[in-house]
C-alpha cells in the first residue's frame, strides 16, 4: 500500500517538473528580451516549437532543451534544480515592470506587458518608432494582430503591399505573412497592438 502511494507521489512530481518546463523557460526567455521568435532562430528551432514548449504541450528532448539553455545562459542542472520562484499571474502590471524586447530593429522599442501567466493566449506591445527606423524584416509569426497608431506616422509592408497610417488608424493583420513596420518621418511614432497567440 506504502509503495503504491509513494510510486504515485512521485509520479505527481515528475508530472509537476515536466510542467514547470515550459514555464521556466518562458520566463527565462523574458528576463532576456527574446520574442519567441527570436530565441527559436538562435536555438536553430521553429517558432511553433518555441511556442508548443513554453505552453507546456509538448516536453523537449533533452537535446532541444539544451539548445534552448545554451542560448538562454542557462545550464541543466541549475534549470531542474528546487531553487526557482515561479512567478504567479498579476492583475496590474506597472511601468517599471514592462518587458523591453531586444533585436526589434535600430531605433524601435518595443515594452511587453506581461503578468507572468504563461499559458495567457493575448500578448500586448506599447511601441515606439524612432524617426527612420524600421523592424526587422519580413517578420513572420502565427496568428492575427491588431494596433492603433497613437501618435505620428507608420508605414506598414503586410504581403508585399505597402499601407499609409496616421495617428488615430487601426490595422488588422495575419500575422503569418510577412509583416515590416516602419518609421519614414522626422518625429517619433508611437503604437500599441495586440497579437494571439501569444508569440512574444
Given at each position: 500500500m506504502?509503495?503504491?502511494?509513494?510510486?504515485?507521489k512521485?509520479?505527481?512530481?515528475?508530472?509537476?517538473e515536466?510542467?514547470?518546463?515550459?514555464?521556466?523557460?518562458?520566463?527565462?526567455?523574458?528576463?532576456?528580451?527574446?520574442?519567441?521568435?527570436?530565441?527559436?532562430?538562435?536555438?536553430?528551432?521553429?517558432?511553433?516549437?518555441?511556442?508548443?514548449?513554453?505552453?507546456?504541450?509538448?516536453?523537449?528532448?533533452?537535446?532541444?532543451?539544451?539548445?534552448?539553455?545554451?542560448?538562454?545562459d542557462f545550464?541543466?542542472?541549475?534549470?531542474?534544480?528546487?531553487?526557482?520562484?515561479?512567478?504567479?499571474?498579476?492583475?496590474?502590471?506597472?511601468?517599471?515592470?514592462?518587458i523591453?524586447?531586444?533585436?526589434?530593429?535600430h531605433?524601435?522599442?518595443?515594452?511587453?506587458?506581461?503578468?507572468?501567466?504563461?499559458?495567457?493566449?493575448?500578448?500586448?506591445?506599447?511601441?515606439?518608432?524612432?524617426?527612420?527606423?524600421?523592424?526587422?524584416?519580413?517578420?513572420?509569426?502565427e496568428g492575427?494582430?491588431?494596433?492603433?497608431?497613437?501618435?505620428?506616422?507608420?508605414?506598414?509592408?503586410?504581403?508585399?503591399?505597402?499601407?499609409?497610417?496616421?495617428?488615430?488608424?487601426?490595422?488588422?493583420?495575419?500575422?503569418?505573412l510577412?509583416?515590416?513596420?516602419?518609421?519614414?518621418?522626422?518625429?517619433?511614432?508611437?503604437?500599441v497592438?495586440?497579437?494571439?497567440?501569444?508569440?512574444?
Open positions: 506504502h509503495n503504491n502511494i509513494d510510486s504515485k512521485q509520479a505527481n512530481n515528475t508530472e509537476d515536466l510542467q514547470d518546463i515550459g514555464t521556466k523557460i518562458h520566463q527565462l526567455r523574458l528576463a532576456k528580451g527574446y520574442s519567441q521568435r527570436k530565441l527559436a532562430q538562435l536555438a536553430g528551432l521553429t517558432n511553433t516549437a518555441i511556442s508548443t514548449i513554453e505552453r507546456n504541450k509538448v516536453s523537449p528532448a533533452v537535446n532541444t532543451l539544451s539548445a534552448i539553455l545554451k542560448v538562454l545550464d541543466l542542472q541549475r534549470f531542474f534544480s528546487n531553487d526557482w520562484d515561479i512567478q504567479q499571474p498579476k492583475i496590474i502590471v506597472r511601468p517599471e515592470e514592462l523591453e524586447l531586444k533585436d526589434v530593429g531605433g524601435v522599442t518595443l515594452k511587453q506587458v506581461f503578468n507572468s501567466n504563461p499559458n495567457r493566449n493575448l500578448g500586448f506591445l506599447i511601441e515606439e518608432y524612432q524617426p527612420h527606423s524600421s523592424t526587422e524584416e519580413k517578420i513572420i509569426h492575427e494582430e491588431i494596433g492603433t497608431v497613437l501618435e505620428g506616422e507608420i508605414m506598414l509592408r503586410h504581403n508585399g503591399v505597402m499601407y499609409h497610417l496616421k495617428a488615430g488608424d487601426s490595422y488588422v493583420i495575419d500575422t503569418s510577412p509583416h515590416t513596420f516602419m518609421n519614414p518621418t522626422d518625429s517619433c511614432s508611437k503604437v497592438s495586440a497579437h494571439t497567440p501569444a508569440t512574444y
